[in-house]
């Protein structure tokens, strides 16, 4: 029997009791009872301890730390690092919010937030717990194989969680485009997803190099937090098949990726 957002269990940390009863409200209009609400991240980390949600909505600032130190920690711990992870927060500032993103969260909404942007993020969590195939037209998908290139480990970690919930469990990862250069000399992949910023060989750098090698036929899919309008209209025009912001879910992947895939 397929999941429907209604059997998802969540766990709510927010330290305003009014947003927490409002918050708590909006989750019961989209039919989710199993709901626990707390206010500290040292509480939300004793809870994870012995609990695992299928999603943590967090606002950004708790008396105690930050969203982004308990991210930290929740993805440096293996019984905790996969938990998905949505913010909703009035920050706006990019050294607050992109180490959000770079954890590999789900979603990242504004106070106050659009009803619809919060339902694609409750069915982006609920389609990370079943595994849903890509469909292809001329593919082995049993044989699939993605070279995912990030020098982030947890947002490497992420972006397989994603393509395993596509059915795609043939993952190799590299942490830069020079490393991944190196691997696409020795081994064959079916399709890359990389990062934009990256040291030794960003993910334009690395995709302006695939375009005039060998490898020009495989599809790139990109990934990254950039907002300069230059720049996005950079990579746009460096050869990759689409652009996505981090907090990338999995139906958009799953879309993308089957229709670079079949073209």
């Given at each position: 029997?397929?999941?429907?957002?209604?059997?998802?269990?969540?766990?709510?940390?927010?330290?305003?009791?009014?947003?927490?009863?409002?918050l708590?409200?909006?989750?019961s209009?989209?039919?989710?009872?199993?709901?626990?609400?707390?206010?500290?991240g040292?509480?939300?980390?004793?809870?994870?301890?012995?609990?695992?949600?299928?999603?943590?909505?967090?606002?950004?600032?708790?008396?105690?730390?930050?969203?982004?130190?308990?991210?930290?920690?929740?993805?440096?711990?293996?019984?905790?690092?996969?938990?998905?992870?949505?913010?909703i927060?009035s920050?706006?500032?990019f050294?607050?919010i992109?180490?959000?993103?770079?954890?590999?969260?789900l979603?990242?909404?504004?106070?106050?937030?659009?009803?619809?942007?919060?339902?694609t993020?409750?069915?982006?969590?609920?389609?990370?717990?079943?595994?849903?195939?890509?469909?292809?037209e001329?593919?082995?998908?049993?044989?699939?194989?993605?070279?995912?290139v990030?020098?982030?480990?947890?947002?490497?970690?992420?972006?397989?969680?994603?393509?395993?919930?596509?059915g795609?469990?043939?993952?190799?990862?590299?942490?830069?485009?020079?490393?991944?250069?190196?691997?696409?000399q020795s081994?064959?992949?079916?399709?890359?997803?990389?990062?934009?910023?990256?040291?030794?060989?960003?993910?334009?750098?690395?995709?302006?190099?695939?375009q005039?090698?060998?490898?020009?036929?495989?599809?790139?899919?990109?990934?990254?937090?950039?907002a300069?309008?230059?720049?996005?209209?950079?990579?746009?025009?460096?050869?990759?098949?689409a652009l996505?912001?981090?907090?990338?879910?999995?139906?958009?992947?799953?879309?993308?990726?089957g229709?670079?895939?079949?073209?």
């Amino acid at each position: 029997m397929a999941l429907d957002i209604q059997d998802l269990t969540v766990l709510l940390i927010e330290p305003s009791s009014t947003q927490s009863k409002i918050l708590s409200q909006v989750l019961s209009d989209e039919g989710i009872s199993k709901l626990d609400c707390l206010a500290t991240g040292q509480e939300a980390l004793q809870y994870l301890d012995g609990c695992h949600p299928d999603l943590v909505i967090s606002a950004m600032y708790y008396s105690d730390m930050t969203a982004i130190d308990l991210l930290q920690k929740i993805r440096s711990t293996p019984h905790t690092e996969d938990i998905n992870f949505m913010l909703i927060s009035s920050e706006t500032s990019f050294d607050m919010i992109n180490p959000v993103k770079q954890a590999g969260v789900l979603a990242v909404l504004p106070k106050p937030f659009d009803r619809r942007d919060f339902r694609t993020a409750l069915i982006a969590a609920r389609d990370t717990l079943e595994v849903s195939d890509i469909q292809l037209e001329n593919l082995d998908l049993d044989s699939l194989r993605g070279l995912v290139v990030d020098d982030s480990k947890t947002a490497r970690k992420h972006i397989s969680k994603l393509l395993l919930a596509c059915g795609i469990d043939n993952i190799v990862e590299a942490e830069n485009g020079k490393q991944a250069i190196d691997i696409l000399q020795s081994e064959a992949v079916d399709f890359i997803i990389t990062d934009y910023n990256m040291p030794e060989m960003n993910g334009q750098e690395f995709a302006e190099y695939l375009q005039q090698s060998d490898f020009s036929y495989l599809p790139v899919l990109m990934v990254t937090s950039e907002a300069n309008d230059s720049r996005l209209s950079a990579i746009r025009q460096s050869g990759v098949c689409a652009l996505f912001d981090k907090t990338i879910d999995p139906a958009s992947l799953k879309s993308t990726l089957g229709g670079a895939l079949n073209q």
